[in-house]
Every structure is written in C-alpha cells, then in structure tokens.
C-alpha cells in the first residue's frame, strides 16, 4: 500500500489542486496523493484547471474537500501550501512528515485577463518545481531504502 500524502490549503481551490496534480504526475506510482482545504472554497478555480492542462495534467475533475474528512486515513505526510492552512492543520492518525511550502495565492490576483493568467502560472511553475524537487526525493530515498 502506498503512503498518502495529504496537500492543504485554505480554500482547496488553487494552489493544493496544482500541487496535487503536479506530485501524482510526478510520483503517483510511490504516494497516494490528495488535498484539501481549511475552508474549502467548494470549486476548483477554472484559471488553475486552464494553466494546468497547458502541461499536460487534468484537474478537471478534482473537487474541493475540508481537511477533516481525511481524519479518517492514515495519512503519512502533511503538505501545507498556504500559511492559514499551516496554523489550522490538526495533526493526522499515523502522520510522520509535515511540511510547509508556502505559496502566493493567484485567485487574488488582480488585473486583465491575461495579467491575472500569467499569475496563476508564475505560481504554477513554483509549485511544480517544487513539487517535482519533492517527488526526485522520494525516487531517491526509494533507492536507498533497505529491501523489505
């Protein structure tokens, strides 16, 4: 069974669904991956559905999930992409690791169109370089692992 790995935010509509589509492309063949918001804003935002098919991951079909209906599972890591969601992250039956890689929020972003585009791809971009940072770890600590 595959360790899960658990990615909040507050609003569960942006920056965890990017995080969770980045990390399952990157290494859902080792975590089971999943995220969730502190106050699940109850829509995955259309500008982050958008900048993420433009690499080739479909988040169409996430939907948006408050933090507690994971109390539940056995969740191994903890991923706070945002500060709110770090200060309101309970701590999870079987956890071991907890991060915080904080984000900017693009849903804020003002401007045109284009301006407001471009935002939730700057974001885009940090979340999948670390994410994918994240995920040539686990391949690492896989290889080095003693056979079980």
């Not at 939907?63 to 500060?83: A, P, Q, Y």
């Not at 071991?96 to 700057?122: C, K, M, T």
Request: hydrophobic content about 40%; aromatic content about 6%.
């Amino acid at each position: 069974m595959k360790p899960n790995v658990l990615i909040l935010c507050t609003g569960n509509s942006c920056r965890s669904h990017m995080a969770e589509g980045i990390l399952r492309a990157a290494a859902g063949d080792l975590v089971e991956v999943h995220s969730a918001g502190s106050k699940p804003a109850g829509y995955v935002h259309p500008k982050a559905i958008q900048v993420m098919k433009e690499i080739g991951i479909d988040i169409s079909a996430h939907t948006s999930k408050h933090m507690t209906e994971f109390l539940n599972r056995d969740i191994t890591t903890v991923i706070t992409v945002c500060g709110n969601a770090d200060q309101a992250c309970p701590i999870y039956p079987g956890q071991v690791n907890r991060y915080h890689w904080g984000f900017e929020d693009p849903a804020h972003a003002q401007g045109s169109d284009e301006e407001i585009l471009a935002e939730f791809r700057r974001v885009r971009d940090q979340i999948e370089m670390v994410f994918n940072a994240y995920a040539t770890g686990l391949r690492e600590a896989r290889k080095l692992a003693p056979a079980s």
